[in-house]
C-alpha cells in the first residue's frame, strides 16, 4: 500500500495524470464549442437542468473545460483547475449515473457530436478514473495555491 501512495504521489504520476486531464479537457470542448447548439441538446436530454439554464450551461462548461485543461496542462493554477475539473468531472457521474439509472437511451454529449458514445457503466467508471486522477492532482503536496 505504501508503495502504490508513493507512486500516486510521485512528480511524475501527477504530470502524467496533468497531462491526461488537460489533453482530455481541451480536446472534450473543442466540439461543445464550435457546436454549442448541438451540446445544448445533449444537456436537455438528460433532464435534469431547467430549460432556462441549458443554453448557459451549453456556453460556459466547454470554455470552462477548456481554460482549466490548458491551464492544468501546462502547470499554473493547478489546485485551482483541479478542483474545477474535479467538480465537473462529479456532476458528470451524478448525470450519466441518473441517466443510466432512469434508462435513458442518449449520447453522453462528453465530446460533443464528433465522438457520439452512449451512457453506461463505461462512462461512469471512465468518469470516475478521470475523478480519481483529478483529486490525486489536487492532493499533490507539492501543488499550491496561487495567490
Known amino acids: 500500500m505504501r508503495y502504490l501512495l508513493k507512486i500516486l504521489r510521485s512528480k511524475l504520476f501527477i504530470s502524467a495524470?496533468?497531462?491526461v486531464i488537460g489533453i482530455v479537457f481541451i480536446f472534450a470542448s473543442l466540439d461543445k464549442i464550435a457546436n454549442p447548439g448541438d451540446f445544448a441538446v445533449a444537456i436537455v436530454n438528460y433532464k435534469i437542468i431547467p430549460l432556462s439554464l441549458v443554453n448557459i450551461f451549453a456556453i460556459v462548461i466547454p470554455w470552462l473545460e477548456l481554460f482549466c485543461g490548458i491551464l492544468i496542462l501546462f502547470g499554473e493554477y493547478i489546485k485551482e483547475s483541479s478542483f474545477i475539473i474535479s467538480s465537473l468531472l462529479l456532476v458528470f457521474v451524478v448525470m450519466i449515473a441518473a441517466a443510466v439509472f432512469r434508462n435513458l437511451d442518449i449520447?453522453?454529449?462528453c465530446f460533443g457530436t464528433l465522438d457520439a458514445q452512449k451512457v453506461g457503466l463505461t462512462k461512469i467508471a471512465e468518469n470516475i478514473l478521470?475523478?480519481?486522477l483529478s483529486v490525486n492532482i489536487f492532493y499533490a503536496p507539492f501543488t499550491k495555491v496561487r495567490k
Open 17 to 19: 495524470s496533468q497531462a
Open 107 to 109: 449520447d453522453c454529449g
Open 130 to 132: 478521470l475523478l480519481l
